[in-house]
């Protein structure tokens, strides 16, 4: 797969896991005492200096553990996740939460934004090709580590001014061909104070509209949660303003 053997791979996914439930830089002691690996701490300790190497961790400033990079989660998206099915509850209180704003456009995509918000406790943002944007959810941010850095929570609320942005990322999502569109950090956010920052995104079109769907947040989300949930949301929006 790709360039990892295969215990690069189950270090790199015991990684993820420990970084997204902790969102501490992970050292080869952690995974010594947490995780049954099958190898020595030595072991451990020079594979996650060769996928430091390879890019798909890096180390922090502040501790000599590793965190999995832009590459890791990526990686991991790809070829890792298994996504988590939704129930039919789930599906029901999704499409409950908004069948009664059905018959106004604006009304409808307020309230998803806030149901998604809700749902994820991310922020939530729908955005359209006819310029309009709504988001929903900035308290859920600021109970996240991250969003503590003044840097990114300040340029992250900027960009809610630039519908222009949010529009391009329409236009990117609708050249690519896959069912989800996932921004991982500084390079896909062309901004160096994103660096710990991802969203997930999903379109919806019908003859009045297009726009996307999806949620902002840490780059450790748990994307095998949060994914069907955007995919599915993104096809009711879809169901409900074609009828």
Known sequence: MEELSQRQIEILRTIIKEYSDTGEPVGSEILEKKYKLGVSPATVRNEMVELAKKGYLKKTHFSSGRVPSAKGFRFFIKHLMKEKEMSTADEVAYKNSIW???NEVHRLLSQSAKVLAHRTGLMS???TNVGDLYYSGIANLLDKEEFLNWDLSRTLFERLD???YWEKIL???GKIDEEVFYMLGSEDFSDPNFDSCASIFAEFSCDK???IIGVVGPKRMYYEV???QIKYFSSLLEEILKS
Request: net charge neutral; hydrophobic share 45%.
């Open 100 to 102: 009664d704003e059905r």
């Open 209 to 211: 509209v297009k726009g």
């Open 226 to 228: 949060i994914t069907p």
């Open 125 to 127: 943002l729908i955005a």
């Open 171 to 173: 236009i990117q999502l």
């Open 162 to 164: 630039e519908v222009k």
